[in-house]
């Protein structure tokens, strides 16, 4: 087994990922035949979907490919580095090619929003992999660029366009950190809720009271998309107001 080096840089971050290039695949030694490195992640993702990154280990995954530890060593210094390939192998999928074709921008970027929060919605198991890290492999680096260009291309000033994509990759990290949280989950929370605003005094919270059957029914869901509209709408206004400075 490899002992950890304290001197290298941590897995998933960005210096990990400037050396990944020249050192992804080790010297083949005795033993097994070397794995492909495609199966072997392909593989993982399919393992912590089923069992949760938690409980995924090198033996559980060697199990799995007919293989052994040693064999998946060849590769790989650590568990904590399969998991950081197996985000950015999940994060793949956002980038089927015809699914942004003929699209503005903004419908673009609602498009690419709305499909990462779903696939973190519906992959428990995977997303806490992705909301510990900052996505920087190849992947998360082809998504970064599409969604740049079409924002640099619709008129974003390079700082507007970086902020604009920042803020809506981090508004959706935020709304996929909630999705587990037992509050939101819980049956009858919202009845509760409606129960616990009618009781207030009236005159101490008369808005809340006035607005009460509003807000116990909001969903999770129902707050992403009436947030993000507004993100996208804040952003529009933003570039007709540089095109029309232009």
């Known amino acids: 087994m490899n002992t950890p080096d304290q001197n290298q840089p941590t897995p998933g971050s960005p210096l990990w990922w400037a050396v990944q290039a020249q050192r992804r695949t080790k010297p083949n030694g005795r033993g097994r035949p070397s794995l492909p490195f495609d199966k072997i992640i392909a593989t993982a993702l399919e393992l912590v979907e089923e069992i949760g990154y938690q409980s995924f280990n090198l033996r559980a995954l060697a199990d799995r490919l007919g293989s052994g530890t040693a064999t998946l060593y060849r590769h790989f210094d650590s568990k904590d580095e399969i998991l950081v390939y197996v985000a950015d192998k999940f994060l ?24 990462f929060y779903q696939l973190l919605k519906f992959h428990p198991n ?18 970064r660029e599409h969604l740049l260009s079409l924002l640099l291309d619709a008129g ?23 999705l587990s949280s037992d509050v939101q989950s819980t049956p009858g ?21 006035r607005s009460a059957k509003h807000l116990a029914p909001i969903s999770i869901d129902d707050e992403f998309h009436f947030g993000l509209k507004l993100i996208i709408h804040g952003l529009e206004c933003i570039l007709n107001k540089t095109l029309k400075l232009n």
């Open 156 to 178: 974003f000033e390079p700082n507007m366009a970086a902020s604009a994509y920042t803020t809506i990759a981090h508004y959706v990290l935020g709304f996929a950190s909630q």
């Open 92 to 115: 793949s999928r956002l980038l089927a090619e015809d699914r942004y074709e003929g699209l503005s921008w903004s419908e673009s970027c609602t498009l690419a929003a709305t499909k």
């Open 126 to 143: 995977v997303a806490p992999i992705i909301l510990g890290q900052v996505p920087v492999g190849p992947n998360a680096l082809a998504i």
């Open 189 to 209: 929370a919202s009845t509760e809720l409606l129960v616990l605003f009618n009781k207030l005094d009236p005159e101490l919270y008369p808005a809340t009271i």
